[in-house]
């Protein structure tokens, strides 16, 4: 387990690193959101190849990890290649620029080194799966944690082409998204990451001291819901009266059907 942990921490130094430089050099600090998803993909790859077991569980978390990383990272990057800086590091840069920081720096500490403490917690279960499988058949367990993980893939790839058409319809500018899994819930995408996240805790959990890793999907939880994901959308889109509206009647987080009354969200 101790070289498992030593082995993310090189791979999260070495990637947030590199992804660090290329901020620099393009002068865009939104590099870290596309390179989020693939530095799991690469922890849980080295993993496999250091390990040098190839059971089946460990082989098929990783194949699961790889297949949501890969997915969101280019979906990231297609997404946001035109866009320029988001407004979140913009507003960031231009806060250390003025209190005479350097961005260079502060910015390697306080925005990719931060993610890569969150990414080396939230890898948890993808270390144990290496360090603890015993190479056992695949059980119950096993599928139900695959079911459950591709729910939630299934709901983050649903809801971020629905929102992707819905932006690039030039008719739909400054308004909300409120139609397909939006419809249920103000945050499907965010659903959809931290269900598929459930799903590879419950794989793992076939493993000896598996369900010790119920601190990660908990924690990634936790920060979408309350920290980096919600929070500053919906404080940004509370401002219009069109999505005030839309959060009457729409759960945040777990998708339902939309309430006819206005009766308080989850």
Known sequence: MLEGFLITALCVIVYMTFFWAVA???????VVDFGWGGG????AIVLLIFTNEYTNRQVLVTLLVAIWGLRLSIYLYLRNRKSGEDYRYVKMRNKWT???RSV????YIRVFMSQGIAMFLLSYPIVAVHAWDTGTELGYLDWIGVFIWAV???????????????????????KVMTSGVW?????????GESTLWWGIFLIVCSVPLGWTTIIAPSALTFLLLKVTGVPPLEKKYMQKPEFKAYAKKTNV???WFPKKQSDSNE
Do not use: C, M
Request: proline letters at 4%; hydrophobic letters at 35%.
């Open 104 to 107: 260079a720096l502060t910015s």
């Open 152 to 174: 939630g893939f299934l709901f983050e790839i649903v809801a971020d082409s629905q929102l992707s058409r819905f932006k690039k319809d030039g008719r739909n500018k400054g």
């Open 183 to 191: 419809k249920y819930s103000r945050h499907p995408n965010y659903f």
């Open 98 to 100: 003025s209190e005479g």
């Open 253 to 255: 987080f777990i998708p």
């Open 40 to 43: 799991f993909v690469v922890i």
């Open 24 to 30: 620099q050099w393009k002068k865009d600090l939104s």
